[in-house]
């Protein structure tokens, strides 16, 4: 059971990759945190003498503060933070204890080049269907909250990405692409070491959908129907990711802990 003010890294990881993830506050040390340089995922460095100076950005979400140990650190931090009214409490034994549990960690550098720890930006080929739904729903939920994602044309995806600092992906030249018979979902995951059995379960299926290869899991014709239905019903492009977002949440709970349910009817007419 977790101490007053703290959460468990089983339980944080259970929130996280939800809509209602708490936002994560990583207060460590530079020392520290270049001895393991990866962030538990959606997390955002902040020095923790100067941590009151994101209350108001993160007002009306709970926060778990995190540092090396789960000491001092943290939770001074949590304390000034919650001094400025927010619902802040600490990960216990902070990163040592995410890193025992074997649980992932983001590695900076898989963010972008020179990441400093702002919002990152994004940018694909319009009118997307499944992948390039996927994909920023991976990053919106395990990455950056904050991501911003752009739809242009295939033409000029390289040159928005030079122009306005973005990452391209999911196009042939991309950092972020299809290897083999991978898809973009899968290089990211892997890529920004997300690997776990529910994210892993929802690759076989998007793979299978984006791929034309549906007979190999059953539920990535179901996936296929509804992507080419979003796409059909959504002429704005960020308009089918706000509704993409919905139905990759409910893919990702499934996969987390409805995969073996069934559905069935009673067969008796109920008044």
């Given amino acids: 059971m977790s101490a007053f003010n ?11 990759g939800t809509p209602d993830a708490p936002a994560v506050i990583d207060v460590r040390t530079d020392a520290d945190f270049e001895a393991h340089a990866g962030l538990i995922p959606t997390a955002r460095r902040w020095p923790h003498r100067e941590v009151a100076s994101c209350a108001d950005a993160l007002r009306g979400r709970q ?3 995190v540092c090396h140990g789960g000491l001092k650190l943290s939770h001074g931090a949590a304390a000034v933070l ?10 216990e034994g902070g990163t040592e ?14 963010i972008g080049p020179g990441w400093t720890g702002g919002p990152t930006r994004w940018v694909t080929r319009h009118r997307p269907k499944i992948d390039r739904i996927a994909c920023p729903w991976l990053i919106r939920r395990f990455v950056d909250p904050a991501a911003e994602v752009l739809f242009v044309p295939p033409a000029e995806v390289d040159g928005v990405a030079e122009r306005f600092e973005a990452t391209p992906f999911d196009t042939p030249d991309a950092p972020w692409t299809h290897v083999g018979d991978r898809c973009t979902f899968d290089a990211m995951v892997e890529g920004f070491g997300l690997a776990c ?17 549906c007979d190999t899991v059953a539920e990535a014709a179901g996936l296929l129907a509804l992507s080419v239905g979003l796409s059909r019903a959504c002429k704005d492009d960020l308009a089918q990711l706000d509704a993409g977002m919905i139905l990759y949440d ?21 008044p």
């Fill in 6 to 16: 703290s959460i468990s890294p089983a339980a944080l990881f259970r929130l996280i």
């Fill in 82 to 91: 919650r001094g400025h009214g927010l619902l802040a409490i600490v990960l």
């Fill in 250 to 270: 409910a893919l990702f709970r499934w996969a987390r802990d409805g995969a073996g349910e069934t559905h069935g009817w009673p067969g008796k007419h109920h």
């Fill in 63 to 65: 926060v778990v503060v």
């Fill in 97 to 110: 204890a995410w890193r025992a549990a074997a649980l992932p960690l983001v590695p900076t550098a898989a």
């Fill in 197 to 213: 059995p529910a994210l892993d379960t929802m690759a076989d299926v998007i793979r299978a959908a984006d791929t034309g290869r």
